[in-house]
């Protein structure tokens, strides 16, 4: 073993046995870096997200660095494993990839990169996923669409672009036997003005997933709504300001996304947030409506009729009690929600160090 990787593997110790781990550089220079990179999160709850503990956790652990190759090109890498903090029932949920990837960044060119994580169309809606654990995190991924087609997928290669205002990006999906997913691919496309002070984006997208079939054309699980069908989607949003920084942050969502030929849905939502001068106190609003277009089918799953699939309203107030130790309280108040009882709402209170 060589001095320099001994020497890179103390200095990882050090970061995570110093009481003030603010910053985890590894190793640094004028061509590479490397840091150790992580959050563990607490948080008592009301709801039913683990309703085996009221107290619960997770701790994240990776690395992540990059190696400049010439002038115009530098390689990177990211992996980050999310740790269950209790016991539970299903070992693969208590260790598991968070994310992961290697890419190639081209500077103002974009950049390219493979791996574990959320393909092109997420960033529509992106903009308005902004709440830690409860809240809208895309209209089009909750209620019945809320599915493995959606959030990080494996088996990704996207090429991004964010450059004077434009923003584009472009993945592929690869086959995935586990998700019954044949391929998908994924598109966004859009443009970032500056207005005085704060950026004024608007993005737009499109999604598809096209699932594994039996020799007969049917879906290989068709007990399962989600797997082995064809999935489009669509999705256009507006945002105003930088979340987290002093001032006004606003976004906006529309979507429509189709399961096989039979179940249609559209949804929209909007997201307000200010953060106080110095960043101490965030405080966060947010409203999502699904819409089932496809009533007949709504019947024959639901015996009843389901066109509102859910309406909900999330708050959050975070405390930044350093820049990388922050106190929160979110809620979730349901209108409706066809998966939950209409009476019962969502409220939780943590603590979370990031490193």
Known sequence: ?????????????????????????????????????GRVKVQINNNDMDPDH?????????????????????????????MAAQDVVDNDERFKIYNGWVGF???????????????????VSEVTDIFIDLGTAGATYQGL??????????????????????KFAASYQFRDSSKYVNYGVGVTAGYEFQIGDNPLGILAGYGHTEGLRSANGAGLNPDNLYYGVDKNEWGISLYYGEMGAPGIYAAAMYNWGKLDKTYKTNGVEAVLSYTTPGTAWNFSLG??????????????????????????????ITYNLTSNFQ?????????????????????????????
Do not use: C, P
């Open 54 to 82: 009221r107290m619960s956790g997770i701790a994240r652990l990776g690395v992540e660095g990059s190696t400049k190759v010439n002038d115009y090109i530098s390689v990177y890498g990211h992996i980050l494993y999310e």
């Open 1 to 37: 073993m060589s001095k320099k990787l001994v020497s890179a593997i103390a200095g990882a110790v050090a970061v995570l046995s110093s009481a003030n781990a603010g910053a985890a550089t590894v190793f640094e220079n004028d061509t590479a870096n490397l840091s150790v990179i």
């Open 145 to 166: 669409t809320d599915n493995d087609y959606g959030g990080r997928k494996d088996g990704v290669a996207m090429y991004e672009l964010d450059y004077s205002g434009i």
């Open 287 to 316: 409203y999502a409506y699904l819409h089932n277009s496809n009533k007949d089918y709504s019947r024959i799953r639901f015996d009843s009729d389901r066109s509102t699939v859910s309406n909900t309203w999330t708050g959050n």
């Open 105 to 123: 960044d081209f500077n103002d060119f974009g950049k390219l990169q493979f791996g574990h994580f959320e393909d092109a169309f997420y960033k």
């Open 327 to 355: 106190i929160f309280t979110e809620a979730e108040f349901h209108a409706k929600n066809v998966f939950l009882n209409e009476t019962e709402n969502l409220f939780e209170v943590g603590l979370i160090y990031n490193f």
